[in-house]
């Protein structure tokens, strides 16, 4: 069964507008990481969250987590054309040592 | 320093042939991964490797598809008997040591079968 649920399927928003993605996941987890995806080729490693932290910067993105909601956001601010991508969150599954990778989020930057 | 290499970069196979597909992870790193991707979609796991530990199979969707991993470094997954539902994108990923690790992945190779 899916571990990471990403949350909307689809987003597209304006230039310079911040966009949020959310994931939710359903065990405990060491840590959560997102990745993003340009042209369906390979995952391109953003930031990773452990299980006790709160939250994390990087650049324009913001990543926070919640183990009590069993939920991560990804906020990019001040959203650019070039971020226009697939986002994706991934975490372990009852602590197994491999990550699973949720279906995605598309996010469409229009100009 | 070199990433993680995949070949092919674009493979078509008429149905019923075998393939293989190589991944060459970066040096050094223990785990690695296979996935695959249709279009549009998520990734679906296919196959764990850490160190010399027997590799996690779990995700394999039938017995035509196996992996290996020779001296802890390149590894081949070769579907064989292929169906137009194999049809892809073949992802590797490897990581420095745990499978928590952050991820290197490669450019894949897109499987098409006619």
């Known amino acids: 069964s899916q571990q990471g649920e990403e949350d909307p399927q689809a987003l597209s928003i304006q230039e310079g507008e911040n966009a949020t993605m959310n994931c939710s996941y359903k065990t405990s987890i060491n840590n959560l990481q997102w990745y993003r995806q340009n042209s369906g080729r390979g995952l391109v490693h953003l930031i990773l969250?452990?299980?006790?932290?709160r939250e994390k910067h990087s650049g324009r993105l913001r990543v926070t987590l919640d183990t009590s909601k069993k939920s991560s956001s990804l906020l990019i601010t001040a959203s650019r054309a070039a971020d226009t991508a697939s986002y994706f969150c991934?975490?372990?599954?009852?602590?197994?040592?491999?990550?699973?990778f949720g279906k995605g989020t598309r996010l469409h930057i229009l100009p | 320093g070199a990433g993680v290499s995949q070949s092919p970069s674009n493979k078509v196979t008429e149905k019923g042939k075998d393939v293989e597909l190589r991944c060459d992870p970066i040096s050094g790193h223990t785990a690695l991964y296979w996935y695959r991707q249709s279009l549009g979609q998520g990734l679906e796991f296919l196959i764990y490797f850490q160190g010399n530990s027997a590799p996690d199979k779990s995700g394999l969707p039938s017995d035509r598809f196996s992996a290996e991993r020779t001296g802890g470094s390149v590894s081949t997954l070769t579907i064989q008997r292929t169906q137009q539902e194999d049809s892809a994108v073949y992802l590797c990923a490897s990581s420095r040591d745990r499978g928590l690790d952050e991820q290197y992945f490669g450019p894949g190779t897109r499987l098409t079968v006619t």
């Open positions: 969250i452990r299980s006790n932290e």
């Open positions: 991934a975490t372990d599954k009852n602590r197994d040592d491999k990550i699973i």
